[in-house]
């Protein structure tokens, strides 16, 4: 019995110390780097920007609570991640987990790609 649960610590003492070698990638970054931007109107563009400005200003908890307009400007109608998955085609990540984004958002490697994201919005918004 002795054995079998020293194999047993062994196992999770080597799975936690693999996971902090490898740890799993930025669901942020795997979603927006990359990813087509697809607005119809300068609204929709406009809501996405302040979502995008949102995701660099305001705390997870803050973000969790902010509402955005809809296709149709209908306010307070969606969470940052609906609006992540309507206006943005992902090459890479399908899907937001809300846990995971929430958590990854506020990381340095998440704020490079939404600034990334958030300047070449604002160059489309300036030739218009």
């Not at 196992?11 to 799993?24: E, G, M």
Request: with cysteine; aromatic share 8%.
């Amino acid at each position: 019995m002795r054995k079998v649960l020293h194999v047993g610590l062994l196992f999770v003492i080597a799975s936690a110390i693999a996971c902090a070698r490898h740890p799993q990638p930025n669901t942020v970054v795997q979603f927006l780097d990359g990813a087509d931007r697809q607005a119809e109107s300068g609204e929709q563009q406009r809501e996405i920007q302040q979502a995008l400005e949102d995701m660099l200003n305001k705390t997870p908890a803050e973000l969790k609570q902010q509402r955005y307009a809809d296709y149709q400007g209908h306010k307070n109608s969606w969470d940052v991640i609906t609006l992540l998955h309507k206006y943005f085609v992902a090459n890479k990540l399908r899907t937001l987990d809300p846990d995971r984004f929430y958590e990854d958002v506020s990381k340095p490697e998440a704020k490079i790609v939404v600034r990334k994201q958030l300047e070449t919005l604002r160059q489309d918004l300036q030739r218009k």
